[in-house]
């Protein structure tokens, strides 16, 4: 019935109105973010004018569908994402905003989002921690939005890292800046790898979440694009990243940044075109979701037993018994439970 890997998306305030979108994010994706909706440069574009209703509004719709929501981002460290009114602060201000930002953000949203990217883009900017002079700013971010809502993991989330060209953004500096976090007593709990790549290597994916899942913390692919003018090389490139992903035990799931053409960040990335037609791209990514479902049939044996490989997730099993009877029941494989599984049909 599902796997239990979570495939998501990157939604906004335009692409819902769009019946195409809606239909194909409702019927393949378990998660959502939204692109800009949640960042401070939205929600607070000028000082003192709080706008929250756009992120009310996409999490209400994502309530209404039953899809999980990352929280990106609580800040964003790159000194050209932030706001000016941010940059005309003084240290004492920029000091109060931050803690403003953080509980006006995270205690309205409590227990809303499983996922929080607290300081988006570490690796390549360090906009707060040299304005406020203080080089722990970072790790109490960290600190103070699980004091404020203990629930959600707390990410880091970065680009580059995946991709191999980048000396600001190695897998290296990647799991240096998570241990530096965790010795100062933030709780790091998710690894986004922003995943916005070209002409993948798939050896050069691999020995990142190598490296990466020495730290011990799951990794997520968080924001996930293929740019290719080519559509049948951005499938096959697609492909390289998504097994990539799937076949490494330390990754726990994919967001792609959006999925139709017009509505996403980088050009030629789009699976679905604008009238709603599933591209080569699209139909490679929805091959593999239904590759990665099981589907056993056969018999039992003398004892009752029916052996199978399967994905981790929830299963639905029909069983027909020697006199005509059918019996229907769910049960679901737990990730890292190896256990035999007893489904009792004596009740069906």
Same mark, same amino acid.
């Given at each position: 019935?599902?796997?239990?890997?979570?495939?998501?998306?990157?939604?906004?305030?335009?692409?819902?109105?769009?019946?195409?979108?809606? =239909?194909?994010?409702?019927?393949?994706?378990?998660?959502?973010?939204?692109?800009?909706? !949640?960042?401070?440069?939205?929600?607070?574009?000028?000082?003192?004018?709080?706008?929250?209703?756009?992120?009310?509004?996409? !999490?209400?719709?994502?309530?209404?569908?039953?899809?999980?929501?990352?929280?990106?981002?609580?800040?964003?460290?790159?000194?050209?994402?932030?706001?000016?009114?941010?940059?005309?602060? =003084?240290?004492?201000?920029?000091?109060?905003?931050?803690?403003?930002?953080?509980?006006?953000?995270?205690?309205?949203?409590?227990?809303?989002?499983?996922?929080?990217?607290?300081?988006?883009?570490?690796?390549?900017?360090?906009?707060?921690?040299?304005?406020?002079?203080?080089?722990?700013?970072?790790?109490?971010?960290?600190?103070?939005?699980?004091?404020?809502?203990?629930?959600?993991?707390?990410?880091?989330?970065?680009?580059?890292?995946?991709?191999?060209? =980048?000396?600001?953004?190695?897998?290296?500096?990647?799991?240096?800046?998570?241990?530096?976090?965790?010795?100062?007593?933030?709780?790091?709990?998710?690894?986004?790898?922003?995943?916005?790549?070209?002409?993948?290597?798939?050896?050069?994916?691999?020995?990142? !979440?190598?490296?990466?899942?020495?730290?011990?913390?799951?990794?997520?692919?968080?924001?996930? =694009?293929?740019?290719?003018?080519?559509? @049948?090389?951005?499938?096959?490139?697609?492909?390289?990243?998504?097994?990539?992903?799937?076949?490494?035990?330390?990754?726990?799931?994919?967001?792609?940044?959006?999925?139709?053409? @017009?509505?996403?960040?980088?050009?030629?990335?789009?699976?679905?075109?604008?009238?709603?037609?599933?591209?080569?791209?699209?139909?490679?990514?929805?091959?593999?979701?239904?590759?990665?479902?099981?589907?056993?049939?056969?018999?039992?044996?003398?004892?009752?037993?029916?052996?199978?490989?399967?994905?981790?997730?929830?299963?639905?099993?029909?069983?027909?018994?020697?006199?005509?009877?059918?019996?229907?029941?769910?049960?679901?494989?737990?990730? @890292?439970?190896?256990?035999?599984?007893?489904?009792?049909?004596?009740?069906?």
């Amino acid at each position: 019935m599902d796997n239990s890997f979570p495939f998501g998306t990157c939604i906004n305030t335009t692409v819902i109105q769009n019946p195409a979108f809606l =239909d194909f994010f409702t019927n393949h994706f378990d998660w959502a973010v939204f692109e800009n909706e !949640l960042k401070w440069y939205h929600t607070e574009a000028q000082q003192g004018q709080l706008n929250y209703a756009d992120a009310d509004a996409l !999490l209400a719709l994502c309530d209404q569908l039953g899809k999980r929501v990352r929280g990106h981002c609580v800040f964003w460290s790159v000194d050209g994402d932030v706001q000016q009114w941010v940059k005309n602060l =003084d240290k004492d201000q920029l000091k109060s905003a931050v803690q403003s930002r953080l509980e006006g953000l995270v205690s309205r949203y409590a227990a809303k989002f499983p996922h929080y990217d607290v300081n988006n883009e570490m690796l390549h900017g360090q906009f707060f921690r040299d304005r406020l002079g203080d080089e722990d700013v970072p790790a109490f971010m960290f600190k103070e939005v699980a004091r404020l809502d203990p629930e959600p993991a707390l990410f880091v989330n970065d680009f580059n890292v995946e991709c191999g060209n =980048d000396p600001d953004a190695t897998p290296e500096k990647y799991a240096e800046q998570v241990a530096w976090l965790q010795s100062c007593g933030a709780v790091v709990r998710g690894i986004g790898l922003q995943g916005h790549v070209s002409n993948p290597v798939g050896e050069v994916v691999c020995a990142a !979440l190598d490296r990466l899942a020495t730290t011990g913390v799951p990794i997520w692919f968080t924001e996930l =694009d293929v740019s290719e003018p080519d559509v @049948g090389l951005r499938a096959k490139d697609l492909e390289v990243v998504l097994r990539e992903a799937y076949a490494h035990p330390a990754v726990e799931g994919v967001v792609l940044w959006g999925f139709m053409q @017009g509505s996403m960040w980088r050009q030629d990335a789009w699976l679905v075109d604008a009238d709603g037609t599933v591209n080569e791209a699209g139909q490679m990514f929805l091959n593999l979701q239904r590759e990665w479902k099981t589907d056993a049939r056969g018999n039992a044996d003398g004892d009752g037993n029916f052996k199978f490989r399967g994905f981790h997730g929830r299963y639905f099993v029909e069983v027909t018994t020697a006199t005509g009877c059918r019996m229907l029941k769910t049960f679901t494989v737990e990730k @890292g439970d190896n256990t035999p599984l007893l489904v009792n049909l004596g009740d069906a």
